[in-house]
């Protein structure tokens, strides 16, 4: 399937998904809206080989740093469900110009919160990563386009009880898996198209509202 | 709502699976032979090579020419040095060599290196009859099956070869003829080297660049390989040349199995493949200041009659255009009018219109 009808489907799908979120939101007894710095460890330099063979700079490294905000809200006194957005970006210095990795991601989150302040949760969303490239005769980008899936647990201390400032901690798996082609470019031979791309989690959150074990 | 979701996507992937070019290259096509053209292979009317002779090139090369002499050659009439198109050799233009002679005009057709007598299947190994392999290899060496050292090593041959041919044949204006990527060539070298020392340039069924608008463009393989079904470029390949390895085969050439001969070449490098490609394909008929004659097929099957018109309209030296009736591409340099007609220009004659098969 072409990747330009598959992200305006998974769009679609994605704000319907937001919208009845929202809608379940207003009645929680309890929401909460946080800042994460989420760095990933992944295949991002999976195609380093390939991408020196070409003339490009290489990813240099399976890290990649990346942040986002994410909100929550309680539909119950444990269960709650979340909108989270993330963006990633590492950049890899080359002999003409960057090699920059660069991640969006949306997804809306369901989760169970524990009594001791462990929680755990699955994200469920659409990720756009794009690889910008250039060498001294040539340029592009790969651009995966994809639902992604990204499990996790965490534990969270609630501050100032019950709706002050918070800290969480998490760990977990974030698989993307792009759509079609990440290149539509003849004169590269590669395909660099992988089915999945894997990637751990560590991230920590710090945000205002209902979320953690007492303090 | 699930349903109109699955009848979009069912949608979108019928639509990606009909895309036209995403099909599988089909067979090789030059174009139907004409009836007279059939009856020609059919008869093996191919005159006999009279010999071979050789000069040494830059890179130690023996490069192969024939000459056709005239019976009654006094060393006064014009030369005509003919250069043969892609995948072929001097021998199949025996036809044309021959017809000049018959005319009074000394002929000399060559082998370019890579192809017939100029072609070694390996390292020092240059027998003309033993059929090559086109393995890769990330070398090259003089004569390798379609391949040259850079893009220009042609145009450096042919100069070569210009002045073996002003040597033996002092005080005779000198033509430079050539027949589809040889035509190619001939532009190219003209590009560079002007036209002061040549009596005139004649451009037969001429293809000059991939973006020229006469000839067609096509793709399959989801656009992988583009060229037309004769000549095909392998995009991917092309890349891999362009950016570290110019001596891998990027362009194959498939004949119908009517023209097919033992000793074609038929696979490219890029360096070989752009040495016979003019170097502006927009700009390049500013070159051709000097008297040039083109010749087109009237049914060539890869290059637009309406099309070539325009174009040989852009040439300043332009001296005639003519159409060589109930002819194709290949078929056009076995045709004894066309032979008659180059005799006719360059003794300065006027030539302009139709001529006969």
Same mark, same amino acid.
């Given at each position: 399937?072409?990747?330009?009808?598959?992200?305006?489907?998974?769009?679609?799908?994605?704000?319907?998904?937001?919208?009845?979120?929202?809608?379940?939101?207003?009645?929680?007894?309890?929401?909460?809206?946080?800042?994460?710095?989420?760095?990933?460890?992944?295949?991002?330099?999976?195609?380093?080989?390939?991408?020196?063979?070409?003339?490009?700079?290489?990813?240099?490294?399976?890290?990649?740093?990346?942040?986002?905000?994410?909100?929550?809200?309680?539909?119950?006194?444990?269960?709650?469900?979340?909108?989270?957005?993330?963006?990633?970006?590492?950049?890899?210095?080359?002999?003409?110009?960057?090699?920059?990795?660069?991640?969006?991601?949306?997804?809306?989150?369901?989760?169970?919160?524990?009594?001791?302040?462990?929680?755990?949760?699955?994200?469920?969303?659409?990720?756009?990563?794009?690889?910008?490239?250039?060498?001294?005769?040539?340029?592009?980008?790969?651009?995966?386009?994809?639902?992604?899936?990204?499990?996790?647990?965490?534990?969270?201390?609630?501050?100032?009880?019950?709706?002050?400032?918070?800290?969480?901690?998490?760990?977990?798996?974030?698989?993307?898996?792009?759509?079609?082609?990440?290149?539509?470019?003849?004169?590269?031979?590669?395909?660099?198209?992988?089915?999945?791309?894997?990637?751990?989690?560590?991230?920590?959150?710090?945000?205002?509202?209902?979320?953690?074990?007492?303090? | 709502?699930?349903?109109?979701?699955?009848?979009?996507?069912?949608?979108?992937?019928?639509?990606?699976?009909?895309?036209?070019?995403?099909?599988?290259?089909?067979?090789?096509? @030059?174009?139907?032979?004409?009836?007279?053209?059939?009856?020609?292979?059919?008869?093996?009317?191919?005159?006999?090579?009279?010999?071979?002779?050789?000069?040494?090139?830059?890179?130690?090369?023996?490069?192969?020419?024939?000459?056709?002499?005239?019976?009654?050659?006094?060393?006064?009439?014009?030369?005509?040095?003919?250069?043969?198109?892609?995948?072929?050799?001097?021998?199949?233009?025996?036809?044309?060599?021959?017809?000049?002679?018959?005319?009074?005009?000394?002929?000399?057709?060559?082998?370019?290196?890579?192809?017939?007598?100029?072609?070694?299947?390996?390292?020092?190994?240059?027998?003309?009859?033993?059929?090559?392999?086109?393995?890769?290899?990330?070398?090259?060496?003089?004569?390798?099956?379609?391949?040259?050292?850079?893009?220009?090593?042609?145009?450096?041959?042919?100069?070569?070869? @210009?002045?073996?041919?002003?040597?033996?044949?002092?005080?005779?204006?000198?033509?430079?003829?050539?027949?589809?990527?040889?035509?190619?060539?001939?532009?190219?070298?003209?590009?560079?080297?002007?036209?002061?020392?040549?009596?005139?340039?004649?451009?037969?069924?001429?293809?000059?660049?991939?973006?020229?608008?006469?000839?067609?463009?096509?793709?399959?393989?989801?656009?992988?390989?583009?060229?037309?079904?004769?000549?095909?470029?392998?995009?991917?390949?092309?890349?891999?040349?362009?950016?570290?390895?110019?001596?891998?085969?990027?362009?194959?050439?498939?004949?119908?199995?009517?023209?097919?001969?033992?000793?074609?070449?038929?696979?490219?490098?890029?360096?070989?493949?752009?040495?016979?490609?003019?170097?502006?394909?927009?700009?390049?008929?500013?070159?051709?200041?000097?008297?040039?004659?083109?010749?087109?097929?009237?049914?060539?099957?890869?290059?637009?009659?309406?099309?070539?018109?325009?174009?040989?309209?852009?040439?300043?030296?332009?001296?005639?255009?003519?159409?060589?009736?109930?002819?194709?591409?290949?078929?056009?340099?076995?045709?004894?009018?066309?032979?008659?007609?180059?005799?006719?220009?360059?003794?300065?004659?006027?030539?302009?219109?139709?001529?006969?098969?």
């Amino acid at each position: 399937m072409p990747i330009t009808p598959a992200a305006h489907l998974a769009t679609v799908c994605l704000v319907v998904l937001l919208l009845v979120g929202a809608a379940r939101a207003q009645a929680a007894p309890g929401m909460s809206l946080s800042f994460g710095f989420e760095p990933r460890v992944g295949t991002y330099a999976a195609d380093d080989a390939q991408l020196a063979d070409y003339g490009f700079a290489p990813v240099g490294s399976a890290l990649l740093p990346a942040w986002g905000l994410r909100g929550r809200a309680f539909v119950t006194e444990r269960l709650f469900v979340g909108l989270a957005m993330t963006y990633g970006l590492r950049v890899a210095e080359g002999p003409v110009a960057p090699t920059t990795v660069t991640l969006t991601e949306t997804a809306l989150g369901a989760g169970y919160r524990f009594p001791w302040g462990g929680f755990a949760s699955v994200d469920v969303g659409f990720a756009a990563q794009t690889t910008t490239l250039a060498s001294r005769t040539d340029g592009g980008a790969l651009v995966q386009l994809g639902p992604v899936v990204h499990p996790r647990v965490g534990w969270a201390r609630q501050f100032t009880a019950p709706f002050g400032w918070f800290l969480a901690v998490s760990a977990g798996v974030n698989l993307h898996f792009p759509l079609g082609a990440p290149h539509s470019n003849p004169l590269w031979e590669a395909s660099f198209r992988r089915a999945v791309q894997p990637a751990l989690t560590l991230g920590i959150e710090s945000g205002l509202g209902l979320m953690g074990g007492g303090a | 709502m699930r349903k109109e979701i699955l009848v979009a996507l069912a949608g979108a992937a019928l639509v990606a699976g009909c895309d036209p070019t995403c099909e599988p290259v089909p067979p090789g096509e @030059l174009g139907a032979l004409t009836a007279w053209e059939q009856e020609f292979l059919a008869g093996g009317q191919l005159p006999d090579v009279p010999g071979r002779s050789f000069l040494t090139a830059e890179d130690g090369l023996r490069l192969a020419w024939t000459d056709w002499v005239p019976a009654a050659w006094d060393g006064s009439g014009p030369a005509v040095l003919l250069v043969h198109g892609s995948s072929s050799h001097g021998a199949l233009y025996a036809a044309l060599g021959q017809g000049l002679a018959d005319e009074g005009v000394w002929a000399r057709v060559i082998d370019l290196r890579g192809h017939g007598h100029s072609r070694c299947v390996a390292p020092g190994r240059c027998d003309p009859l033993e059929v090559p392999t086109y393995e890769e290899s990330d070398i090259t060496w003089p004569g390798r099956p379609g391949d040259s050292a850079d893009v220009n090593q042609l145009t450096r041959d042919l100069q070569a070869h @210009l002045t073996a041919l002003a040597r033996d044949v002092p005080g005779s204006p000198i033509f430079l003829a050539g027949h589809s990527a040889g035509a190619g060539l001939v532009a190219r070298y003209v590009e560079s080297a002007g036209m002061s020392h040549l009596g005139g340039v004649a451009l037969i069924a001429p293809f000059f660049h991939a973006d020229q608008p006469q000839n067609e463009r096509l793709e399959w393989e989801c656009g992988r390989v583009v060229g037309t079904t004769y000549a095909r470029v392998d995009l991917g390949a092309l890349g891999d040349a362009q950016r570290r390895n110019p001596h891998r085969y990027v362009l194959s050439l498939d004949k119908p199995p009517a023209l097919v001969h033992p000793m074609d070449t038929l696979r490219y490098t890029m360096t070989t493949m752009q040495g016979l490609a003019v170097t502006d394909p927009q700009r390049f008929h500013a070159a051709l200041t000097g008297p040039t004659l083109w010749v087109a097929a009237e049914h060539d099957g890869l290059l637009d009659l309406a099309a070539s018109r325009r174009e040989y309209a852009r040439i300043p030296g332009g001296a005639g255009f003519v159409t060589v009736r109930e002819t194709s591409h290949v078929g056009v340099t076995w045709s004894r009018p066309v032979a008659r007609l180059l005799a006719r220009f360059v003794r300065g004659a006027e030539v302009e219109g139709e001529v006969g098969p």
